[in-house]
């Protein structure tokens, strides 16, 4: 193991990381968020998440040092004991809780901001093939509901919450939470958003709509009755 993997070192984001501080952190984040999670030797030993970003940490250390064989090699071997698949060039910041676990999948160019909650499932994905930036990038605060999918490199802002089994397609502003498929916004700042109103069409509508129709050709009728009387000079403005 390279004397230097444990201190300081430069992320590809210019952050500078100390892998055991942000080890460290996710057991933290784990004890915090999770009921469940009794003392941090339980989290170290027996939660998959923490085991998948330990493996990750070390993996990304290679990867932004070249080794890029040696990464993808330790990825795929975390992937093997924990059922999580975190490419070693994405970019996570500290206290993340991958809760569960199994089925996550998070993309090279994924870049996951700090005290970020990502449950069972979740895809950070591409669409396409096309290479460069193609993962989503996720602010601080992030929560990401079972199932969930994001697909694209676009920006979810802070303290964004998307909900079990979306799948976002679009940006996100921070505050908000999204949900559905399409994944739309349904709250910003707490507040909840007006819904979309669908309009069911049945006979009785219809029926009222021709009236409309009706009273508004009448309308019309009448009024360009009262212009030409109008202009015959038989009817005042006034009148
Ligand atoms: C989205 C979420 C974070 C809730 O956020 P919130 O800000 O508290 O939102 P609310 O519960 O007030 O819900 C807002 C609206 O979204 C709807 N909604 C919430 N979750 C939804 C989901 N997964 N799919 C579809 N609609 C959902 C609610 O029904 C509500 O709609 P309404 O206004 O028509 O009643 C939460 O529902 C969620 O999905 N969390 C992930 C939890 C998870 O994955 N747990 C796994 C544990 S193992």
């Known amino acids: 193991m390279p004397p230097s993997l444990f201190v300081r070192h430069k992320s590809k984001a210019g952050r500078k990381e100390m892998i055991l501080k942000d080890i460290w952190k996710d057991i933290k984040a784990v004890q915090e968020r999770d009921p469940a999670a009794r003392s941090a030797l339980e989290v170290l030993l027996l939660y998959q998440g923490i085991h998948a970003l330990i493996w990750h940490r070390i993996a990304h250390w290679f990867y932004v040092h070249h080794m890029f064989f040696v990464a993808r090699l330790i990825s795929q071997i975390a992937r093997f004991f924990t059922l999580i698949e975190i490419h070693p060039g994405a970019q996570l910041g500290h206290g993340i809780l991958i809760d569960h676990g199994c089925g996550v999948v998070i993309g090279e160019t994924a870049v996951v901001g700090d005290n ?6 979740v895809t950070l994905g591409g669409v396409g093939t096309a290479k460069g930036k193609r993962h989503p990038t996720l602010g601080n605060n992030v929560t990401v509901g079972s199932g969930a999918k994001i697909l694209g490199s676009f920006e979810v802002g802070d303290n964004c919450a998307v909900a079990a089994n979306a799948v976002l397609l679009r940006p996100l502003e921070e505050n908000t939470t999204a949900v559905g498929i399409p994944a739309r916004p349904v709250k910003k700042d707490g507040v909840a958003l007006p819904k979309k ?31 030409e009387l109008r202009a015959a000079g038989n009817v005042k403005k006034d009148e």
């Open 197 to 227: 109103q669908k309009m069911i069409i049945g006979e009785d509508d219809r029926r009222l709509m021709k009236e409309i129709e009706g009273l508004r050709q009448e309308i019309e009728s009448l009024r360009r009755e009262v212009e």
């Open 116 to 121: 970020c909650t990502i449950y069972q499932g």
